[in-house]
């Protein structure tokens, strides 16, 4: 039973235009978040996180939105580049699941088209 | 730093061969995480260790599939008998104390 799940496989943007990548989550308990970026060949790596108690993080051109309610987070990048190009993954844990324990959902291809 | 290590980076191999995955971790990562990448589940948490230790084993499908840590800086994943239905991409993944996965490259298992 997938905890965390990203429904959108991939998606496409231009150039210079906004990503918007989405998850959501059942486990209440969760209470920290992340978002891995996965290039071809390679292992994922940590792009940017968050804790239950914010609602929002920024990072540059990266920036990750947290709706406690609703169990959702998405990651906002803006402006796109051809070199965000890859998969995303997203995370989770809480204390209750085992804080190094992280949940993975199953990714979403994104595509930037110069 | 060189980060994770894993090696072989792909195997091919015959139903029912045994199979070993290795990995080398972060100097000074108390923690350890062997995940499987597919389509259909995304990562999937295997097991992970702490200070070499077994905490948490949940995730191993099968009784085919066995992990080790025989000290920190070496780990094994196993599967013996192997099938089709185990091929993926393996990952390993060391962290320090707090959330922080560094994963490595990942071995590419093929299973015909």
């Known amino acids: 039973d997938q905890q965390v799940k990203q429904n959108s496989p991939s998606l496409s943007v231009q150039e210079g235009r906004i990503s918007i990548l989405n998850c959501d989550y059942t486990?209440?308990?969760?209470?920290?978040f992340l978002w891995y970026k996965k290039y071809p060949a390679e292992g994922p790596t940590f792009l940017i996180s968050?804790?239950?108690?914010?609602d929002k993080n920024e990072d540059g051109r990266f920036t990750v939105f947290l709706n406690k309610s609703a169990k959702h987070l998405s990651l906002h990048i803006v402006p796109s580049q051809p070199g965000d190009s890859a998969v995303y993954f997203c995370?989770?844990?809480?204390?209750?699941?085992?804080?190094?324990?992280?949940?993975f959902g199953t990714g979403t291809r994104l595509t930037v088209i110069p | 730093d060189a980060g994770v290590i894993q090696s072989p980076r792909h195997e091919v191999t015959e139903m029912g061969q045994e199979v070993t995955l290795r990995c080398k971790p972060i100097?000074?990562?108390?923690?350890l995480f062997w995940y499987r990448q597919t389509m259909m589940r995304g990562l999937e948490l295997l097991i992970y260790?702490?200070?070499?230790?077994?905490?948490?084993d949940s995730g191993m499908p099968e009784d085919r599939f066995s992990a080790k840590m025989p000290n920190a800086s070496f780990s094994t994943l196993k599967i013996q008998p192997s099938e089709p239905r185990d091929s993926a991409v393996y990952f390993c993944?060391?962290?320090?104390?707090?959330?922080?996965?560094?994963f490595g490259s990942g071995t590419r298992l093929t299973v015909v």
């Open positions: 993944a060391s962290s320090p104390s707090t959330v922080g996965y560094t």
């Open positions: 260790f702490n200070n070499n230790v077994p905490i948490d």
């Open positions: 968050i804790s239950s108690i914010k």
């Open positions: 995370a989770a844990s809480g204390r209750q699941t085992g804080a190094n324990n992280l949940f």
């Open positions: 100097s000074g990562h108390d923690y």
């Open positions: 486990n209440s308990m969760f209470d920290y």
